[in-house]
């Protein structure tokens, strides 16, 4: 499983896309544009710049594993963002170097902080 | 369209919510795993429903009328209505009234029960004025007003109407937003019930004494007070839901100082004002271990620690704190990690989301 990273935000390949997330994609239902995350802060976008990815995110507040054996495993928090693209995936961002992704299937994962009372999100 | 229902008993409450549609005669089918409900409507009213498991009816309820359950196809409850019971089921649409005093006047009590839950409150002052209407669902702003006309209160928010309306047959005591702004006026009693009015995310509310000036207001996010607030005529501030004084709220308080706070989301909060990356510069922490060829330092500070609320309990101690370098940018940044961490690289692969255990992240392209 390859891995990627931009800034706060990681890229985890994965083998298969729940079955879930491609009805998704395929109703168009929980899409979302370009832009994978805004800086709460700075108000710095990492943006998908080329045609044909498509960003999908799991609001659902449950848990989801993967219907694949051997990734069932890998838990879900809700806000979870699946990406995928039959082309390479450009992804930019004002600091940060361009980030190329390889054709496929991701699962966007973003950097987190410790928080007493839970893990949160890193702010940007 | 969905359907909600909460209780239990040929008493429970329901709701009907069709959505879009409301479903005025017939029947709808629900479905959840094996167990398959039939809700008949008549005129608009739910008049009952039949419950199936499989190709089997385990239960038929007819409101108003009676309740019947089988198992393994044999009738196991037949029980009728009976006035003044558990299972007396209430016509489907009715009015309950009851005599009451609010803000200082005699008023009615008007609960609009529609299918066993409570739809619309109403309170009238004798005379005829109304002081609020406040229906389930409703997303606008609930005014409340004194028997003169004038606002006492204007909340703006996802108002949670079960907590508005505290009982809804017997309905007696004080309304709840009586109730809570007294334990408001009572600065030794306050408690911070006005976030409990709300659900949802943002809120706001003010209240006016007889004379028109704001007696209390101010925001709440998360169930939490936030920001500047008026509480009895005087400015009060919150950061994350505890009160602080105006100095701490502006931010002027010393890295060091913030430490020694013992409320763990007041700490989180001023840290963010104040900036990690100022907090570790100025208290001089321990460094527990460091990368050197990418620049990271696992830095530990002392905090002061709160008392458990159980015996079993653990409290952070300490602070640890991963300092990184953006490979980017070049720019020092500075992350908060578990206080178990013992490694620069152990402590970064928790914040990309590796927990024990699990194999470490190692990354084709960063930026």
């Given amino acids: 499983m390859r891995t990627y990273r931009q800034g706060e935000l990681i890229f985890l390949e994965i083998e298969k896309m729940p079955n879930w997330v491609k009805d998704k994609i395929l109703t168009n239902k929980k899409q979302l544009g370009k832009v994978i995350r805004e800086g709460e802060i700075t108000g710095h976008k990492h943006e998908i710049t080329n045609q044909g990815a498509v960003l999908v995110e799991n609001s659902d507040n449950s848990f989801y594993n993967y219907d694949d ?51 949160r999100r890193v702010r940007d | 369209m969905n359907i909600q229902t909460s209780g239990a008993t040929a008493g429970r409450n329901l709701y009907h919510w069709f959505g879009d549609k409301e479903k005025s005669n017939g029947s709808v089918e629900i479905k959840t795993g094996k167990t398959k409900e039939i809700w008949l409507v008549k005129q608009g009213d739910i008049v009952g429903y039949d419950e199936y498991t499989g190709k089997s009816k385990v239960k038929e309820v007819r409101y108003g009328q009676y309740i019947k359950e089988w198992k393994r196809g044999k009738l196991t409850r037949e029980d ?50 109304i002081a609020f209407e406040l229906s389930r669902y409703s997303k606008r702003p609930l005014e409340i007003k004194y028997k003169n006309g004038k606002i006492y209160a204007k909340l703006v928010g996802e108002i949670d109407e079960g907590e508005i309306i505290s009982k809804t047959y017997d309905w007696k005591g004080e309304n709840r937003i009586i109730e809570t702004h007294n334990q408001v006026e009572n600065t030794e009693k306050d408690k911070g019930e006005w976030q409990n009015i709300f659900r949802g995310q943002d809120a706001s509310l003010e209240i006016f004494d007889k004379e028109g000036k704001v007696r209390c207001s101010g925001k709440i996010q998360n169930r939490q007070r936030v920001g500047e607030w008026i509480e009895n005529y005087e400015k009060t501030y919150y950061l994350q839901g505890v009160k602080v004084s105006k100095n701490i709220f502006d931010g002027k308080i010393e890295p060091r100082e913030v430490l020694l706070i013992e409320n763990a989301q007041l ?101």
């Fill in chain 2, 80 to 129: 009728k209505v009976k006035s003044g019971t558990n299972l007396a089921l209430v016509p489907t649409y009715h009015i309950e009234k009851s005599e009451i005093e609010f803000l200082g006047e005699k008023a009615t009590l008007f609960n609009r029960m529609y299918g066993g839950s409570l739809r619309k409150q109403t309170i009238k002052y004798k005379g005829g004025k």
């Fill in chain 2, 267 to 367: 700490r989180a909060s001023l840290i963010g004002k104040l900036g990690l990356e100022r907090i570790v510069k100025e208290c001089e922490g321990k460094v527990i271990d460091t990368d050197t060829e990418r620049g990271y330092e696992l830095i530990s500070l002392p905090i002061k620690a709160r008392k458990p609320n159980f015996t079993s309990e653990q409290v952070d101690k300490e602070m640890r704190v991963l300092k990184v370098k953006c490979p980017s940018t070049n720019v020092y940044y500075c992350l908060r990690v578990p206080p178990n961490m013992e490694k620069c690289e152990q402590a970064r692969q928790w914040t990309l989301g590796v927990n024990q255990r699990e194999k470490a992240l190692v990354f084709e392209q960063e930026s």
């Fill in chain 1, 69 to 119: 054996e051997k990734q069932k495993d890998f838990k879900l928090p809700a806000g979870t963002m699946f990406l995928t693209s039959k082309n390479t995936i450009k992804i930019e961002h004002p600091e940060h170097k361009t980030l190329t992704l390889p054709k496929g299937d991701f699962v966007v994962r973003i950097q987190r902080e410790y928080d007493e009372d839970r893990d």
